[in-house]
């Protein structure tokens, strides 16, 4: 019986392994060519090439993934046949419905191209939008699709002299002749130039640029500046075209241009700018509307860097909370939380029911709620040049900073006496703050005046340490012993928060004088470089200017001047409140390291100021004198010691050879040199918490534009949340626990009670999480009112089952509001066609993220000849629409009225609306929640955001003057009169605030809240609704 043949095998495994991966790859190519044949041929991972390389990821406008170079053009035309079949209009904004765009066009395919197409490209731009680098130009909300204005330029060398905006230009390159060219951009500011290996743009590849930060720039004419505007050469052919596409950013600076240049690689050459004996275009847009974008050619070049990486939110608002999802929990039937809280009247006396108010004084009686926990709506990240939210003058933070908060730690053996000092500068009570106009009148009155001389003691005068600014030196003498009338310490510590403390060392309003000697701060010049030496005849010292906002006494002082530094003797005159006197020459001479003494008996105060850029030709140096020093002349040995050892000077001949000694120091140092200050990096120093929130009121202030909203104490909000859970598990039997408080908002009135509206996530035993969304009102002890249309008076109320008598939660009549009440977006348009796309989209994507069918988008048209507005609309996967249309100008009052009379339901909130709104996905709950029919309105505060600034880099301010976006009952808007059409009529600005005076007359509350993540778009008015443009232009503008 023959054998197995092993060893053979063994010998040829190699051979046998090699045959087999060879029928596998036979068996594997056979199957792919028969699916491929049914149209389900094998997929590669997306992103990968043939080989199974990484291929860069294109994405479009709205971040739907693009097909790879390597498709095959029948793919596009095959979309396109389906897309046909289903009844779609592929020329249509958005045909595979709202949120989606069109197809990205990077096939090999193009239009169809003809001759007359030849001399000219296109031009597309995009204005208002700041920023010098290309990047910017991406992340501009309608790149590349709806640019501002389509036209057309004869050659690659664009110069519109204007600021801001951005170009795109593309089309056709048709080379002169066979052979190596190589191109150059040059541009102010950044620019990209890219271009195709053939006609199709999917094949565009970067070969220059000038900068991607935006600061680089080039001269008009300067190709070679940079390495990165000159490109490699490129071989071309004469009888074919190649796509290219330029791009350029130009921001408020500088002189605008973009140029494309091109040479033949040969030495000596200069770059040429492309003519248009050279270029055609890629499709003609003359006969398109703005809303056509199907033919718009998306290329690597339109996307690159538009998606970035997520990355941790430079703003908190950014972060995410649960307020932003809470309302896709299942909300709690209010019928189940009607016996929990005994029922009262709602009427508070902030109500505004047929009082008498001037036109647009309602804005001082709107309001502010407390928010708790934080929402983080406050903008710090704007506070580094606006800093309203802090109570201190912009002059006093400019000058000193927030230093007053801070208590400088004392070293061992250190006096206290620098408290006395610091406190003299600090504004410590906010009534303390001044107007320009006080501080005028105050320095004016400020007159010397003669002081009492003080007991005469020897004093010992001790070094303090410096203040921040090292410049300011200081010598106290030590403090009296105090009396038997005088045995009270003097306050030392330094209160970190505006609580009630005694009076201030400020305006007058000081502790008695007996408490410590009296001082004053006197400044003068130190020099290092030598001075002559006095011969019994002293120079006349130049006065020192008054430092404003600085009075350390309840009366005024008399004014002390030390001695400058040596200069030519020139005649001086003085002002005094009497006759003048000669300046007595200085019996003694004090010297220290960091500070000297030189009394100087004047009548001219010199205060010291806190500003450190002191130039380096004088530096003044503040000295602490007893009022005793300056108000007498001293006696020889009286009050003259060293500051350093502490030891008397002796008689005035001594005080000769310690100038002598001073002097030739001086001499040893380089002339016209000045001393450095040391830096203490030892100091520290103690804070106690502080709260600002407490500082602020809730009226709604309309000077600080970056505040958010108003933090309720936690303390507060969780005292009310307690209460409401033991009488709701006491009226279900402990069925719910509380799990978190997701948001509680309190409207205070102080005179009846405060306003709740409570939102807590709760979980039910034996059942899911549920959300409980209610108005409660604590009222206060013995507040009663009747109803406000004293129809109804409250019912008798019942005794209170708090046993220590604090106010009670009650449940106020007819504040509830619905869930499921329609919402009606009303937005009259013009010649807007790139932001009534971007609005369909955003209400498309809100319908889908939150499943929320009871909206309805009603869009007033005025004739608008940039787009077909209707037919937007009937694409669009809206839930519901209207569609009407008005002739004559844009009229903004009689566009909102009109979608007002076309809602049928007068128990449906109607939302005044503006076109340039990002919405956040919580927007239709937030409404409903603060829209409760005949008692309130909403306002939401939007932000603004700035040039440039685009949602996910929110930079901006809350618009807390507009009051445009607003969300009332159409019942209550019927009821004040609607919008007035009569005074407003071609205009709009001022129509919010007259429109507010009358809810408010009406009875009718208005919240006014900021709301996360809600923002309105930058945009210029310039060319908006072209209502008095020009006709006959050949641009198109949306």
């Given at each position: 019986m023959p054998r197995f043949p092993?060893?053979?095998?063994?010998k040829q495994m190699k051979l046998l392994l090699l045959l087999l991966l060879l029928t596998c790859a036979a068996w594997l190519t056979y199957v792919h060519l028969s699916l491929a044949r049914q149209g389900r041929a094998l997929r590669q991972r997306p992103g990968s090439g043939r080989d199974g390389e990484k291929l860069p990821s294109v994405t479009d406008s709205h971040g739907v993934p693009a097909l790879p170079s390597t498709q095959r053009a029948e793919d596009s035309s095959e979309s396109q046949e389906e897309q046909a079949s289903e009844g779609r209009d592929p020329n249509m904004l958005f045909p595979g419905g709202a949120g989606r765009p069109p197809p990205l066009n990077l096939t090999h395919q193009t239009p169809p191209w003809r001759e007359e197409f030849k001399g000219q490209v296109n031009l597309h731009v995009f204005e208002d939008w700041c920023g010098g680098a290309v990047d910017h130009l991406r992340r501009n909300l309608h790149f590349p699709l709806f640019p501002h204005t389509r036209t057309i330029v004869k050659k690659l060398a664009v110069s519109p002299k204007w600021k801001n905006y951005g170009l795109r230009i593309f089309g056709f390159i048709h080379p002169a002749k066979d052979g190596d060219i190589q191109f150059s951009v040059a541009s102010d500011d950044n620019s990209e130039f890219w271009l195709s290996i053939d006609e199709s743009p999917a094949a565009a590849q970067l070969i220059a640029f000038v900068g991607k930060t935006g600061s680089e720039w080039t001269a008009p004419g300067e190709f070679t500046k940079?390495?990165?505007?000159?490109?490699?050469?490129?071989?071309?052919?004469?009888?074919?075209?190649?796509?290219?596409?330029?791009?350029?950013?130009?921001?408020?600076?500088?002189?605008?241009?973009?140029?494309?240049?091109?040479?033949?690689?040969?030495?000596?050459?200069?770059?040429?700018?492309?003519?248009?004996?050279?270029?055609?275009?890629?499709?003609?847009?003359?006969?398109?509307?703005?809303?056509?974008?199907?033919?718009?050619?998306?290329?690597?070049?339109s996307h690159v860097g538009s998606h970035f990486p997520q990355q941790e939110p430079s703003v908190d608002m950014l972060r995410p909370d649960p307020r932003d999802t809470f309302f896709l929990t299942p909300r709690m039937e209010p019928s189940s939380l009607e016996n929990v809280l005994e029922p009262c009247t709602y009427a508070p006396t902030y109500i505004l029911k047929d009082f008498p108010i001037a036109r647009y004084q309602g804005l001082q009686f709107v309001y502010l709620s407390f928010v708790y926990p934080n929402d983080y709506t406050r903008l710090t990240h704007m506070e580094t040049d606006n800093k309203c939210f802090y109570r201190e003058s912009p002059l006093y933070l400019e000058r000193f900073g927030f230093y007053k908060y801070m208590k400088m730690d004392k070293e061992e053996g250190e006096d206290d006496e620098e408290e006395v000092q610091r406190r003299a500068f600090l504004f410590l009570n906010p009534d303390d703050f001044l107007d320009d106009e006080d501080d005028q009148e105050l320095l004016d009155s400020l007159e010397p005046t003669e002081a009492s001389v003080p007991q005469s003691s020897r004093q010992t005068p001790t070094s303090v340490a410096p203040a921040k600014n090292k410049k300011l030196t200081v010598v106290t003498p030590a403090p009296p012993m105090p009396s038997s009338l005088d045995g009270q310490t003097p306050r030392r510590s330094r209160a970190l928060s505006w609580a009630a403390r005694p009076l201030p060392l400020f305006l007058g309003r000081a502790p008695p004088p007996h408490t410590a000697p009296s001082k004053v701060y006197v400044t003068r010049v130190r020099p290092v470089q030598p001075r002559p030496r006095s011969s019994g005849r002293a120079l006349p010292d130049p006065p020192w200017p008054h430092f404003p906002r600085v009075f350390l006494r309840p009366r005024p002082l008399p004014r002390v001047q030390l001695r400058a530094p040596p200069r030519s003797p020139q005649p001086h005159t003085r002002r005094t409140s009497g006759h003048q006197t000669p300046e007595p020459r200085p019996s003694a001479r004090a010297q220290a390291t960091h500070s000297q003494v030189a009394p100087v008996h004047a009548q001219e105060l010199a205060v010291p100021t806190a500003d450190s850029n002191w130039s380096a030709e004088a530096k003044p140096v503040t000295s602490f004198l007893s009022l005793s020093q300056v108000s007498r002349p001293q006696l020889p040995g009286e009050g003259e010691e060293e500051e350093e050892e502490g030891e008397d000077d002796g008689p005035p001949g001594e005080e000769a050879a310690s100038d002598d000694s001073e002097e030739e120091e001086a001499v040893a140092r380089p002339l016209g040199r000045w001393r450095e200050d040391a830096i203490d990096w030892q100091r520290t120093f103690s804070v106690g918490a502080v709260d600002f929130e407490l500082l602020r009121s809730d009226w709604n202030d309309l000077r600080c534009n970056v505040s958010g909203n108003l933090q309720l104490p936690e303390a507060e909000a969780v005292d009310v949340v307690a209460q409401y859970m033991e009488r709701l598990n006491e009226r279900h039997g402990g069925r719910f626990a509380l799990l978190r408080i997701v948001n509680v908002e309190k409207r205070r009135d102080s005179a009846r009670g405060s306003r709740f509206l409570l939102e807590l996530e709760?979980?039910?035993?034996?059942?899911?999480?549920?959300?409980?969304?209610?108005?409660?009102?604590?009222?206060?002890?013995?507040?009663?009112?009747?109803?406000?249309?004293?129809?109804?008076?409250?019912?008798?109320?019942?005794?209170?089952?708090?046993?220590?008598?604090?106010?009670?939660?009650?449940?106020?009549?007819?504040?509830?509001?619905?869930?499921?009440?329609?919402?009606?977006?009303?937005?009259?348009?013009?010649?807007?066609?790139?932001?009534?796309?971007?609005?369909?989209?955003?209400?498309?994507?809100?319908?889908?993220?939150?499943?929320?069918?009871?909206?309805?988008?009603?869009?007033?048209?005025?004739?608008?000849?940039?787009?077909?507005v209707e037919q937007a609309l009937r694409v669009a996967r809206l839930p519901r629409y209207q569609y009407l249309r008005r002739t004559g100008n844009f009229e903004r009052s009689a566009g909102l009225q009109a979608g007002v009379d076309a809602v049928e339901d007068p128990s449906s909130i109607v939302f005044l609306c503006d076109l340039h709104i990002h919405f956040p996905l919580n927007i239709l709950d937030g409404i409903r929640k603060h829209c409760v029919e005949g008692k309130l309105a909403f306002a939401p505060v939007v932000m603004r955001l700035g040039c440039g600034s685009s949602p996910g880099d929110p930079h901006g301010y809350w618009e807390v003057n507009g009051f445009g976006l607003f969300g009332i009952y159409k019942s209550d808007f019927d009821r004040v009169g609607g919008m007035n059409t009569e005074e407003f009529r071609d205009q709009w600005g001022g129509e919010d605030w007259e429109l507010l005076d009358r809810v408010l007359q009406a009875g009718l509350e208005v919240e006014r809240l900021r709301l996360r993540n809600f923002y309105h778009h930058y945009h210029s008015k310039r060319g908006m609704w072209g209502t008095r443009s020009r006709k006959g232009s050949r641009v198109e503008r949306s």
């Open positions: 092993v060893k053979k095998i063994r940079f390495r990165s505007q000159v490109s490699k050469p490129r071989r071309l052919m004469a009888s074919r075209k190649y796509y290219f596409e330029l791009l350029h950013k130009q921001d408020d600076r500088g002189s605008d241009h973009v140029e494309v240049g091109w040479r033949a690689f040969l030495p000596g050459l200069k770059f040429e700018i492309i003519g248009s004996a050279h270029i055609s275009l890629y499709t003609d847009e003359s006969s398109l509307k703005m809303d056509h974008v199907a033919h718009i050619p998306q290329s690597l070049a709760l979980q039910e035993r034996g059942g899911g999480r549920l959300r409980l969304s209610e108005y409660v009102f604590l009222r206060l002890p013995g507040a009663r009112a009747g109803d406000a249309d004293g129809e109804s008076p409250e019912p008798p109320a019942a005794p209170s089952w708090r046993p220590d008598g604090r106010p009670e939660l009650c449940r106020p009549l007819r504040l509830a509001w619905r869930q499921d009440v329609m919402v009606h977006f009303i937005v009259p348009v013009k010649n807007q066609a790139r932001w009534v796309a971007q609005f369909l989209v955003d209400m498309a994507a809100l319908h889908v993220h939150t499943g929320d069918s009871h909206f309805n988008i009603i869009l007033v048209d005025f004739e608008s000849e940039d787009m077909d």
